[in-house]
């Protein structure tokens, strides 16, 4: 698993934004996974957020299921983590 870093702000923060540039060679098989601080910065009821080691640790332990699957997995190790906690992946607008 490699993590690509941010190298900017926010995309859609600002109208005129320039951003550096990563290259990744992707193959048959790779799984590239893009999330919002919505899921790493969700929060349990002790105010620890989920954060990036519990997201990474459910992508790999589900990276070889459809997509479907690996979205649901992280939802529901979201929403125990956060145990009743409203996140910004739980609000409904």
Same mark, same amino acid.
């Given at each position: ?22 290259? &990744? ?6 799984? =590239? +996974?893009?999330?919002?601080?919505? !899921?790493?910065? %969700?929060?349990?009821?002790?105010n620890d ?9 459910? &992508? ?6 459809? =997509? +479907?699957?690996?979205?649901?997995? !992280?939802?529901? %190790?979201?929403?125990v ?13």
């Open positions: 698993m490699q993590r690509l870093e941010a190298n900017g702000l926010p995309i859609g923060l600002f109208p005129v934004v320039e951003y550096g540039r990563v290259e &990744v060679t992707l193959g048959p098989g790779d799984l =590239l +996974v893009l999330y919002t601080d919505g !899921i790493t910065e %969700a929060a349990n009821p002790e957020e989920f954060g990036l080691d519990r997201l990474q640790a459910v &992508v790999q332990e589900h990276a070889q299921e459809p =997509l +479907v699957a690996l979205a649901v997995a !992280i939802e529901t %190790a979201l929403e983590f956060a145990d009743g906690t409203p996140t910004a992946t739980t609000a409904r607008w």
